[in-house]
């Protein structure tokens, strides 16, 4: 990982872009009041989508487990349709 200011950045592009797609290397741009940035490879980027996308359907998928069980424990509720359009709020 590279820390480089915005300016420093600027002017040699090109070359910080080539070491970021071929040597993954990640960039930090520093600015002004904090503002910093980050640059990497879409390769990169992609795998970090990828992997919050997977935690996001294991977490899905540990909700539906957790549902399951609670039907197998018999910790039902069960509702007419009048009972749930009431609760809705909707009118016949």
Known sequence: ML?????TLRN????YLDQVN???????VTRKDNKNAVILSLEEYNAIMDEQKRLRNIEYLKKIDDSIQQV???KIVVKT???LTEFAGFEE
Do not use: H, M
């Not at 820390?3 to 300016?7: D, I, K, L, Q, R």
């Not at 040699?12 to 070359?15: D, E």
């Not at 071929?22 to 930090?28: G, L, Q, S, Y």
């Open 72 to 74: 197998k424990d018999g």
């Open 22 to 28: 071929d040597n993954a290397e990640t960039i930090i």
């Open 81 to 83: 349709l009048e009972e």
């Open 12 to 15: 040699n592009f090109k070359a």
């Open 3 to 7: 820390a480089v200011n915005y300016s």
